[in-house]
């Protein structure tokens, strides 16, 4: 008895340059996952965003609700009869959808949930100031149901490397012009900027590693038992290397296809989209999730469909 | 118990299970200790009024109850707020980090660092934990505006009640005051959509969750959220210098509040499996007193009785944000305004539109408390 992914889905925006921002991406990804799961907008009783770079870099209030609102949620008032759904904001860079799946997962344990949903996606605001982004326009979304048999996620661990905490990091801050502007025309702007300091991926992997295989101990398995391994990270190149430093045949990775590289925080629900696209989740006895990201942070459960 | 039988439509919330599907026991939680950071600044409304741009008339002390705030002082942000608070409610309950399974930062403003640098990754509850030697403890961020430490609060109740943590931390440190310094630079008048950013001031807060051998203790939180109203405050990054603008539509967020709290506290009364009139202090979200009475005194004739007290803490730390309910607690605390059994339930009100209670018994914290603030 455990959590099970009824739905899952990806979107890609159609053009790098603002054309769909985060939340139009999230929505639509939100509602590809709904409707893959056969599921609408009413069954839904808890919705964790945990996509960090958004339209206009809106700080309050939670991405969430703007997401829950579009996605027509839980749209009534109090005082009227209706059933509500929660949803607020999970950021953990791009480990923070798997720890939402696992938030997810504990309201659905206790039944106080039927449904949830997990979204994350990002867009670059203002491509033409903000500094050194390199991810996709994209977003992903998984619908999260209870089954009652063998299938679901198993236990979730998360680590974290601190000592590589500066290797990557995204900050939004006043940027002065470099020249000076005329009256009634702002003198700077807030700009992202995101730094990654060269050795991130490499040490990516190892920590992502390292993790899987301590994961694995604890469950009393090894590598041999994973039948499928399905790696996130923002770098496409770290799922294949994990794969490889844990000595899995070429066929037991999760590969992504080109179209599919360049997600941030949506990379562990794009990977899973992935591999249920292809059917390789359902026919996998023992799949394990690995996800990684900055701090450095990496998430890690097995799936068993 | 409850009048009303019927179960909770709006909101999310696992209070009443004693097991979970699998018919494992669920374990009591109670709240361990409560930890606060207060800058050393204070800053008087009438400073606050004075230094608007325009000639505004608006009597902000007579409208909000708010006679001063605490602001940063340089080398202090949102970070260093989050580590003092955690490290003050570590101290009362004489815990160590390593004692500390999971570490949930719940703060709007993310600053750390350079000024107004906003972190948005790595999360920085990853270099809290490190801050308070908790480097073993789970950690992620949470984002809920005003909600954010009651929304941190629900999921640790969570995850001690299931097993996955046994002590766990909530912690927000809120340099926030920015939005005020940039509002005075475009407040007019009383109907200014910037006004409510004038009430704000800064502050951290912590409170510490664990495993109780109780699981019948009074201890439960559920929240929802009202997205048809998700646009009625907005923050974004300023376009004319650093920090954030807030705008706020306060009529109808008022208006929503208010008719939605009472509504709520039906279902929160009957997941909590109390009458109104066994509240012994409700603390609701601090924006101002004039809203606070109003929203008290509708919930009083809906319910036909009234707690026995509520709680008004803006005159000295006006509205701060997502730490507002826990900075009110541990000034109550620490006057020993609370006796030995006592409930309290904490109300939050916050944009998304989040609505939420946290209920919860006193018990033996009142003893960590001395006249020391």
């Known amino acids: 008895m455990a959590t099970i992914i009824e739905g899952v889905a990806s979107v890609k925006a159609k053009n790098r340059l603002r054309t769909e921002g985060a939340l139009k991406l999230s929505v639509k990804a939100g509602q590809a996952a709904l409707e893959r799961a056969g599921r609408g907008p009413s069954d839904v009783g808890l919705l964790v965003n945990a996509g960090l770079y958004r339209d206009d870099n809106l700080g309050e209030p939670a991405m969430a609700a703007l997401i829950q609102e579009d996605l027509g949620i839980a749209l009534g008032n109090l005082p009227l009869n209706g059933s509500g759904a929660f949803s607020f904001d999970l950021a953990n860079g791009a480990v923070g959808a798997l720890n939402s799946i696992a938030v997810v997962s504990g309201f659905l344990e206790t039944g106080a949930i039927d449904v949830g949903l997990v979204v994350a996606g990002d867009s670059d605001p203002d491509p033409m100031f903000n500094k050194n982004i390199e991810f996709t326009n994209m977003a992903g979304a998984a619908v999260l149901g209870w089954d009652d048999s063998e299938a679901g996620f198993g236990e979730f661990i998360f680590r974290t490397f601190s000592e590589f905490e500066p290797l990557f990091e995204a900050r939004l801050e006043w940027s002065k012009h470099a020249v000076p502007t005329p009256p009634l025309v702002p003198s700077g702007k807030n700009v992202i900027t995101v730094t990654e300091i060269p050795g991130y991926v490499e040490q990516s992997i190892e920590c992502a590693y390292q993790t899987a295989m301590d994961y694995l101990s604890a469950q009393g398995l090894t590598a041999a038992d994973v039948d499928l391994l399905i790696a996130a990270h923002p770098d496409p190149r770290v799922a294949d290397a994990v794969g490889q430093r844990m000595g899995l045949a070429w066929d037991r990775i999760n590969h992504l296809d080109e179209s599919s590289h360049g997600a941030h925080t949506a990379a562990p629900l794009v990977a899973l989209e992935s591999a249920v696209a292809k059917g390789r989740l359902l026919r996998a006895d023992t799949a394990l999730v690995v996800a990684a990201g900055s701090g450095i942070t990496v998430g890690a459960c097995l799936y068993r469909p | ?373």
């Open chain 2, 1 to 373: 118990m409850p009048s009303a039988a019927a179960s909770p439509t709006w909101l999310t919330s696992d209070a009443s299970r004693r097991t979970d599907r699998r018919g494992d026991d669920l374990f009591g939680v109670r709240l361990r200790s409560t930890g606060i950071a207060l800058p050393e600044t204070r800053r008087t409304t009438d400073e606050v009024m004075n230094a608007t741009r325009h000639k505004t008339g608006v009597k902000l002390a007579k409208l909000t109850g708010i006679h001063e705030r605490r602001v940063v002082s340089p080398g202090e942000d949102s970070f260093v707020l989050s580590v003092k608070a955690a490290r003050d409610a570590m101290k009362r309950a004489d815990l160590q980090g390593h004692e500390i399974d999971c570490v949930i930062n719940c703060s709007i403003t993310r600053y750390k660092g350079r000024r107004f640098s906003q972190r948005f990754e790595p999360a920085l509850s990853l270099s809290l934990k490190q801050a308070i030697g908790a480097a073993n403890a789970l950690n992620f961020d949470v984002q809920n505006a005003c909600a954010g430490m009651l929304t941190g609060v629900f999921l640790m109740n969570n995850m001690i009640r299931r097993g996955i943590v046994r002590r766990g931390l909530v912690v927000s440190g809120e340099h926030i005051s920015g939005l005020s310094d940039n509002a005075s630079q475009h407040v007019r008048h009383v109907l200014s959509r910037e006004l409510a950013s004038l009430t704000i001031g800064d502050s951290g807060a912590a409170v510490i969750l664990e495993r109780s051998e109780d699981q019948d203790g009074l201890f439960s939180a559920g929240i929802t959220t009202l997205a048809a109203h998700s646009r009625l405050c907005l923050a974004y990054p300023n376009k004319w210098g650093p920090g954030h603008r807030m705008f706020t539509k306060a009529r109808q967020l008022h208006k929503h509040g208010i008719a939605a709290t009472a509504s709520l506290l039906n279902e929160a009364l009957d997941d909590a499996q109390l009458e109104l009139s066994e509240v012994d202090w409700v603390i609701p979200h601090q924006t101002s007193s004039r809203a606070i009475r109003a929203g008290y005194l509708k919930v009083v004739k809906e319910q036909g009785q009234e707690p026995a007290n509520y709680v008004d803490n803006l005159a000295e730390f006006g509205n701060t944000s997502s730490t507002s309910h826990f900075v009110a607690l541990h000034k109550h605390l620490s006057e020993r305004r609370f006796k030995e059994g006592e409930s309290v339930m904490m109300i939050a009100q916050a944009s998304g539109f989040e609505l939420g209670y946290f209920v919860f018994r006193v018990d033996e914290l009142v003893d960590l408390y001395g006249n020391d603030h």
